[in-house]
């Protein structure tokens, strides 16, 4: 016994003492903001109306801790952010320590983004996006209509490294979190511990990719549960399927062409009902279908579909232009549930690296104008700058 | 006459930069004596970031276009938009830090000489003193 409290007094020493023996690595502290300009036409739900904007900033720290340690903050302050006036939110979006298993291996533990499909873990770093106006279900200012169901927002821990074998690099990355946000304490629903997940049921996830010769491909993949538990029907029917299962399946491509780039991805979460809800809603939707029109304002399932393309032509160092189409659909939502396109083009310009200034005109159209015609267009310019 | 002078002096400059010997150097107390192009591809797109001695590479950048591109065509990256893009999306997700870029042969010389995990490029003809070793050259 003495023998092993002096050898893990001598292990713990070493390790204390050359901790302290390496150079001490300075915090780096940088970051990024995008400034924008936005016009929008009269449509659906608004009169005409143009506005600047600080879109978002986010604040970086970053620090080598020593022995394959590493720390990252991203604090993220969206909306032109004053507390005083109400205006934007500030988001704790990243808090994560990193740590190099092996060169092919780190896990991170903390507040993260997840990887799913290429662009969520990059969705709000403003300077490496062509695009002012994201993919639908990656745009924050989107989220209030259409829903944060398609992606994975947040994790608690990943594994996560590339391993290369001869011309590919193999990517991979498995990571678990807490249960959708709805089933999260908060104070309006006046818990006093805010932030803690009410269930013992967890989302787990990853991704398989891999990346040869500018091209990059891979799958993705999540599980967790929908918090159904209040009726997804009003009265008088009040159909309340619980917490269902749901799996989100993502795939994503992106190559290069000389001067082109390609990038593209798809989405489908699918939800597993249980029998009594699939009939019940099946119910509904047969005793509330208009005979004239021969629809329903219910639907059958909860199941999503989302897939954007976006091909850009790099003109020389400088100057890009592209052109994006986006589509998603949402079997139980009115508005979208024969699907939403936006079209987009749009162009940049980067004098330094560190400043892009960028131009998009996009215009979202909802296919399904039973209930209601949605189109929105809106003439968007904006700086991004990175410091 | 005059213009054409000009212009030939500005042409002759050109082909004599495009020609330019470069040399890939580290450190003198790094033990590394060579390295292959596809190792100087992993360090510079960032799938490595320690060398054999478990120390931190300090990647360093040369800002001049003409360099630039000799040095990334010869480590078979695609093209410099694309690598710039890589760093930015590793410096950014905090992965670690983009590699410094560096506004002449000089100061990466002293860069290089003063940080002893640091790798870098120049014109061969600017390597001088004993504190920076050529550890690959290209024509």
Redesign the interface.
Known sequence: MKKIITALTAVVIFLVTTGYAQEAQPL?V?G?FQAKFAYSPKNSFERAQNSFNIQQMNI?L?K?LGHDF?A?V?VELTNSFSSERNWGALNLE?A?V?YQII?ELSIKGGLLIPTFNNLN??KS?T??LPYIVRPVVYESSMSVLIGTDYVPERAYIQLYG?K?LGDV?LNYAAYTGNSETSYITTGVAGSTVTGNDTTTFKMIGGRVGIST??IKAGISGTYDRKNVQVPVIPAPYFVSPGNVPRVRIGGDLSF?VDAFSFEGEFILVRHTLNDFSKAALAGIVQMTTDPRTGKSPFHYGLDKKFGYVNLMY?IN?QWYVYAGYDYLSDEFNTIFNDGLMKYSVGGGFRPI?QVVLKAQYIDVKGKNEDFIKLNYESYNVAVSI?F | MKYFCVILILMAAIVVTGNAQIAVIVNNSNPIAKITPGSLKDIYLLSTLKWSDGMNIAVLDNREKSIQKKFYDFIGARDIMSVKKQWLRFQLSGEGKAPETVDSDNEMLSKVASTPGAIGYLRLSEVKGNDVKVIAQIE
């Open positions: 780096e940088f990024y970086l970053r080598e590493s990252f991203n990243e994560w990193k060169p873990a990059i770093k300077p490496l590339t290369t690099d010769r500018g290069k790099d160092d690296d990175l």
